[in-house]
């Protein structure tokens, strides 16, 4: 039996307009279905926080069965939210499975959490036992995007429920349905008691309203930069902790003695993975000047050899960019920077929402492409000629996710990174990388930290609460 009903979904009496679910390779309806607007917002939260009460409440086992319930659906389900992973997101079928899998094993590194040793015994100066302990935020609010839908949404999901919280979830509606309503059915069949997972998909209205609920006291937020320092300026307002991930221009360098037969298809699949709709795409291939000009030579020739086309219906590397506005971002970026100079050496050209994989060469500090986060197939490729450049250059942006750095000196790429901003550092790889049971999160402007994986999940969706026990009453000089 199958979780999504595939032409009409209305899970609750929502008030906002309706919407219809596309495919972007194609133009398709897929379905239908109504936003949330604040007030639905309002409602779910106040239903969220009655629910939770009780949750927070239950056995840790309990609340660990429904999550390892919840990965084993994703797993048995693999199919069918395949299939909207690749139609409603443009995903490839390879990029869908990554998500499934990822999915699964956040639920089960979810239910870990439930068991986790809750606090510390402290010393203390009275004659009483006292000890911290870690106890359910209470209703955690979740907005994510549409690159990544799934994965965005039960990274922040999974643990909340786990740790005994309620959950609001809002996901972009170009992806409710891999994004949002695919975790409600399978949280739904996995047995998680009602009211304690939302799913509302809208548009910013319902985001702020989210934000500014008081009954939210945690926002888990992944997006763009813009929109996350407005998340953060409100939450700060209400006086909320947001955890903000936001978007990236990550670097890869490449030393004089990389080996250029195995780091080409490395730093395609940086670039031009899922399109480059990727917060941690590489954005910028910083390449040692004795191997320049042969880099940008066979990694054009790599993005040329590279199939662009509809995922559902044909075997292709790239699927198509998400909507209009996106690639009309993409393509403006591309032509402003072959404008102030840049050369392009493959690619350039999309028909319709298919972009073709983009190599630039001649980049500077002024091109477009290569100062701004593109979130497209493009890859600007800049040469050094020291160490020390190479740093400097990759600490040039505003932005610190991800950093990949390629030499057969491990010892040294190690010493290289400890020079450069960034949450995450892979020697020998490009920088798209997740796992469960890693942490993630950029500086900067890439967000607030590590907010995402094993003991990172403990403090984002907890609060730490001191607790003191005498066996008689205090006593005081007055």
């Not at 939302?198 to 989210?210: I, K, N, S």
């Not at 690639?327 to 920077?337: D, F, N, P, T």
């Not at 492409?369 to 040039?396: C, I, M």
Request: glycine share 10%; charged share 20%; proline share 7%.
């Amino acid at each position: 039996m199958p979780l999504l009903d595939s032409r009409t979904w209305q899970p609750q009496s929502l008030t906002g307009p309706g919407y219809t679910v596309t495919e972007p390779a194609t133009g398709q309806a897929l379905g239908s279905l109504a936003l949330a607007g604040p007030k639905d917002v309002e409602a779910a939260a106040e239903r969220a926080a009655a629910a939770q009460r009780e949750w927070a409440r239950a056995p840790h086992f309990a609340r660990a069965a429904v999550l390892r319930r919840a990965g084993d659906l994703f797993t048995a389900h693999a199919a069918e939210l395949r299939e909207w992973l690749v139609r409603e997101s443009g995903s490839v079928p390879g990029k869908a499975d990554f998500e499934l899998h990822v999915a699964a094993q956040e639920c089960y590194e979810a239910a870990a959490l439930a068991s986790r040793p809750a606090g510390q015994v402290l010393p203390s100066e009275a004659p009483r036992l006292s000890y911290t302990r870690r106890v359910p935020a209470g209703v955690v609010g979740v907005i994510s995007p549409f690159n990544a839908p799934l994965i965005l949404s039960i990274r922040s999901v999974a643990p909340a429920l786990a740790l005994g919280n309620a959950v609001v979830l809002k996901p972009d509606p170009r992806t409710a349905v891999c994004g949002g309503l695919s975790l409600a059915a399978v949280f739904a069949a996995a047995g998680l008691p009602q009211d304690l997972l939302h799913v509302l998909p809208g548009g910013p209205d319902a985001g702020q309203a989210l934000v500014a609920d008081p009954r939210v006291p945690v926002i888990s937020f992944t997006g763009s930069t813009p929109a996350g320092r407005a998340v953060g300026e409100a939450a700060g307002r209400h006086l909320k902790r947001a955890h903000l991930e936001l978007g990236g221009n990550s670097a890869m360098i490449v030393l004089a003695d990389a080996d250029l037969d195995a780091v080409i298809s490395t730093a395609a699949w940086g670039s031009f993975f899922h399109q480059g709709q990727i917060c941690m795409t590489t954005g910028r291939h910083l390449v040692h000047a004795s191997l320049y000009d042969e880099y940008v030579e066979r990694l054009a020739a790599k993005a040329d050899s590279l199939a662009v086309g509809d995922p559902f219906r044909e075997q292709v590397h790239l699927g198509p960019i998400i909507d209009s506005g996106q690639l009309a971002k993409i393509s403006g970026l591309v032509e402003s920077s072959k404008a102030s100079g840049a050369k392009l050496a493959a690619g350039g050209t999309h028909d319709r929402l298919f972009y073709r994989p983009t190599v630039l060469a001649h980049v500077g500090d002024h091109t477009p492409a290569y100062t701004e986060e593109v979130f497209g197939p493009v890859a600007p490729v800049r040469s050094f000629t020291t160490p020390d450049e190479a740093a400097a250059l990759a600490a040039q942006s505003s932005y610190g996710l991800s950093l990949g750095i390629v030499t057969r000196d491990t010892a040294r790429g190690l010493d290289l990174a400890e020079r450069i901003p960034t949450g995450i550092v892979h020697i020998n790889d490009q920088t798209v990388n997740d796992e469960a049971v890693a942490p993630f999160g950029g500086v900067a402007a890439s967000g607030t930290g590590a907010r995402f994986g094993g003991e990172a999940n403990l403090e984002a969706f907890t609060e730490l609460r001191w607790t003191t026990v005498r066996g008689d009453v205090a006593p005081y000089p007055f």
